[in-house]
C-alpha cells in the first residue's frame, strides 16, 4: 500500500468517537496519547485466510459486503428486514463484526460512501485499532462524477470502484464513457480503480474500449433457487438491465471473464440469502471468482471463513487461473 494511502488511513482514523464523530480527516493523534480502552484487533487470531492481489493491495479471498453497516437489504417482497438489521446491527454490534471479520482473517469490506458508515469506520480504526481495508462504492453522477470518489478517497478508501447499478444505469442511458474517465481519475489520486455491474454488457464493453480498469466487481450466482426473479417482477422488468439485480446468465458470465485477465470480485454469490454458503461459495470459485464479496451478520462470520479457506484451497486447479 502506498504511503500516501498509508497517511490518509492514519489521518481517517482520528476521527472523534461516538456521537461527535465526523466524516472529514484531522489532525492525527499525538504520539504519547494512550490508545482508547476496548477490545483490540488480533488479526488473523482466529484464522487465516487465503489473500490475492488488486494493484498493491493485498486482499482476503472472502471479502465482507457492507450492508451491515449501510443498513439496507435486498429481502424481496419482506419489508421489514431492513428495519430489523437496522434493530440488530447497532454501531457496536457493527464495530463487533468488523473486529470478529478481521480475526477470522477478512481483511476487506466493499461499502457504500455514505456518512454513517464512515463513522463507523472511522470509530473502528480509531477505537480498536483495525486495519480492515475499505473497498469503496463510488457513486459518481452524470453532472459530477469527482466529487463522491474524491471524498471516498480522502476518508480512507483503499481502493474505488463505479457501483454496479451505475455502471448499469449509465449503460443503458449512452453515458458508459463516463466510467474510463471515473477510472482514470481514480487512478490519478493513487488508488486501485475498477468498475461493477450486474448486466455483463457493461464489462464487455469496458474491455472493448479499454477504460483501463483494475478490477471488476460483478454478480455471480447459479439459478438453482426457487426463483431467478423478484416475486414482484414482471417479465418485462426482468429483462431491463437497469432494474435486474440478480444473475440472469452466469453461464455467459463464466464464459465471459475466462478471458479476462483482471482481478474478479463475485457479489450476489448467495442471491440474497435464497442460496447456501455451501453452494453458491463453491460455484463462484470453481467458475472463475477470484474474490467473493459476502455481507454477513456476526453469527455467521466463523462458519462463512471455515467454509471459504477450504474452498479455495479445494479449488486451485479451476479452468480460470486464480489472478496472484
Given at each position: 500500500?502506498?504511503?500516501k494511502l498509508?497517511?490518509r ?5 482520528s ?6 464523530v465526523?466524516?472529514?480527516a484531522?489532525s ?10 476496548g ?12 489473500t490475492?492481489k ?7 479471498r ?8 449501510s443498513?439496507?437489504?435486498?429481502s ?6 431492513a ?8 454501531p ?12 477470522h482473517g ?8 455514505r456518512k ?5 469506520f ?43 447499478v451505475?455502471?448499469?444505469?449509465w449503460l ?12 482514470e ?21 469496458s474491455e472493448?474500449?479499454r ?8 454478480t ?18 426482468v ?12 453461464e ?5 471473464m ?6 474478479w ?27 467473493i464479496?459476502?455481507?454477513m451478520?456476526?453469527f ?7 467454509l471459504?479457506?477450504t474452498?479455495v484451497?479445494?479449488?486451485?486447479n479451476?479452468?480460470?487461473?486464480w489472478m496472484?
Amino acid at each position: 500500500m502506498s504511503s500516501k494511502l498509508n497517511r490518509r488511513r492514519f489521518l481517517s482514523r482520528s476521527v472523534m468517537a461516538g456521537a461527535a464523530v465526523t466524516v472529514t480527516a484531522q489532525s492525527s493523534p499525538s504520539a504519547a496519547e494512550p490508545p482508547p480502552a476496548g477490545p483490540r484487533v488480533a488479526f488473523g487470531s482466529k484464522g487465516a485466510m487465503p489473500t490475492g492481489k488488486i494493484g498493491p493491495l493485498t486482499l482476503s479471498r472472502l471479502i465482507s459486503g457492507g450492508n451491515l453497516i449501510s443498513g439496507w437489504a435486498h429481502s424481496r417482497d419482506l419489508h421489514y428486514v431492513a428495519s430489523l438489521m437496522r434493530a440488530y446491527n447497532t454501531p457496536e454490534k457493527m464495530m463487533d463484526t468488523l473486529q470478529l471479520l478481521e480475526e477470522h482473517g477478512v481483511n476487506a469490506i466493499i461499502a457504500d460512501p455514505r456518512k454513517n458508515v464512515k463513522e463507523v469506520f472511522g470509530r473502528y480504526w480509531k477505537e480498536r485499532g483495525g486495519r480492515i481495508q475499505w473497498i469503496a462504492e463510488g457513486h459518481p453522477g452524470v453532472d459530477d462524477w469527482k466529487t463522491n470518489i474524491k471524498e471516498s478517497i480522502d476518508f480512507g478508501a483503499a481502493a474505488v470502484y463505479v457501483q454496479g447499478v451505475i455502471g448499469d444505469r449509465w449503460l443503458l442511458q449512452g453515458h458508459l464513457d463516463l466510467l474510463g474517465k471515473c477510472v482514470e481519475f481514480v487512478k490519478a489520486q493513487k488508488v486501485p480503480a475498477g468498475i461493477g455491474a450486474h448486466n455483463l454488457e457493461v464489462i464487455v464493453q469496458s474491455e472493448k474500449n479499454r477504460y483501463g480498469a483494475e478490477f471488476y466487481v460483478k454478480t455471480l450466482h447459479h439459478g438453482n433457487y426457487w426463483s431467478s426473479r423478484r416475486p414482484d417482477q414482471s417479465q418485462e422488468v426482468v429483462n431491463n438491465p437497469a432494474d435486474n439485480y440478480w444473475e440472469m446468465t452466469p453461464e455467459k458470465t463464466i464464459a465471459f471473464m475466462q478471458n479476462v485477465n483482471k482481478p474478479w470480485i463475485a457479489f450476489k454469490t448467495l442471491a440474497a440469502g435464497a442460496i447456501r454458503p455451501e453452494s453458491g461459495f463453491r460455484y463462484a470459485f470453481e467458475n472463475g471468482a477470484d474474490f467473493i464479496c459476502v455481507g454477513m451478520f456476526d453469527f455467521q462470520v466463523e462458519a462463512n471463513a471455515r467454509l471459504a479457506r477450504t474452498l479455495v484451497q479445494q479449488t486451485q486447479n479451476r479452468d480460470r487461473a486464480w489472478m496472484a
